[in-house]
């Protein structure tokens, strides 16, 4: 764990993109299989068109599998799109796709719940299963029921 950069110490802001924020910590339970979900209620940025700024709430889950992403980092990373202009669609991917570069995990889904902006909302949904694993079945599995029993959306 003295590896870690952000821990506490005073938080230094970056208003770009910057996946270089992450880092991870050993996972001291890697024979068990078990959920660790962030819940990002206040995740900013900004259309790559207009200019105009998006909010979401951003839901990731995993199941760990030797690393784990260490939370300060995580909302410091987050915080890093805020002058970054993407899609929605766009920014979820990019999430999902550093953090499994980054720890490799078992399973992962991220799930961007933005604020309506033109009078419309866009929610998208990623996951992955580690290939060669059950968790293959389940990725494909969760993303074709995941919008079968929506979840009442509280962020809007």
């Not at 950069?5 to 208003?15: C, D, N, P, Q």
């Not at 924020?21 to 339970?29: G, I």
Request: glycine share 6%; net charge negative; hydrophobic share 35%.
């Amino acid at each position: 764990m003295n590896d870690l950069k952000s821990l506490g110490k005073a938080s230094e802001y970056h208003f770009s993109y910057s996946p270089e924020l992450l880092e991870t910590f050993d996972n001291r339970h890697p024979g068990n299989d078990y959920w660790v979900k962030f819940n990002c209620p206040e995740f900013t940025s900004l259309c790559p068109i207009t200019g105009q700024p998006d909010f979401a709430a951003i839901y990731i889950s995993y199941i760990p599998d030797v690393k784990m992403v260490e939370s300060k980092s995580l909302k410091l990373y987050l915080f890093s799109f805020r002058n970054h202009g993407g899609f929605h669609e766009d920014c979820v991917n990019l999430i999902m796709k550093d953090l499994i570069k980054l720890m490799e995990p078992r399973y992962i889904e991220v799930w961007g719940k933005f604020t309506p902006r033109g009078g419309i909302s866009i929610d998208p949904y990623c996951n992955y299963g580690k290939p060669e694993t059950k968790f293959v079945a389940m990725a494909e599995f969760r993303s074709m029921n995941h919008d079968l029993y929506p979840e009442k959306v509280d962020n809007r």
